[in-house]
């Protein structure tokens, strides 16, 4: 509840996601501490109301930039990516969304030593399927 802390830290990349708003919601209300990195601070504000204060805090970080990736997992317990694109944008394709970023902040979880991470995929991974959307998931899915 309120006031009382967990002792865990948790990284929740893709927090402002449809799964992401429910997860950071439970951690911080139970007391976890909540890392939010995020790229747009007008997306994860009406996260901070899910604890007390203190308890869910924003870093910046840049799927490219791999020293973001790491200052948001250095002190972290458990890390948990939910972040994924079903299509591309101007900035980030797919495949950058769903396969080097997972990959990266993997990476950055096993070089700072965290005891949990937490890879959310798709049910729609499928290795049959022609989807463009399926094909990079699956790819993450084979770690």
Known sequence: GRSSRTGYTVSVFGGSGF???????????????????????????????????????????????????????????VVINLVGSELNTKNFSMADANIEGSRRIAEAAKKYGVDRFIQVSSYNANPKSESEFSQPKVSVNKW
């Not at 799964?19 to 950071?24: A, E, F, K, P, Q």
């Not at 869910?56 to 972290?76: F, G, K, M, P, T």
């Open 19 to 77: 799964l992401g708003r429910i997860i950071t919601s439970k951690l911080a209300k139970h007391g976890t501490l909540v890392v939010a990195p995020w790229r747009n601070s007008r997306s994860m504000r009406h996260l901070k109301v899910n604890g007390d204060l203190g308890v869910v805090n924003y870093h910046e970080w840049d799927l490219r930039n791999v020293r973001s990736i790491e200052e948001s997992v250095a002190h972290a317990d």
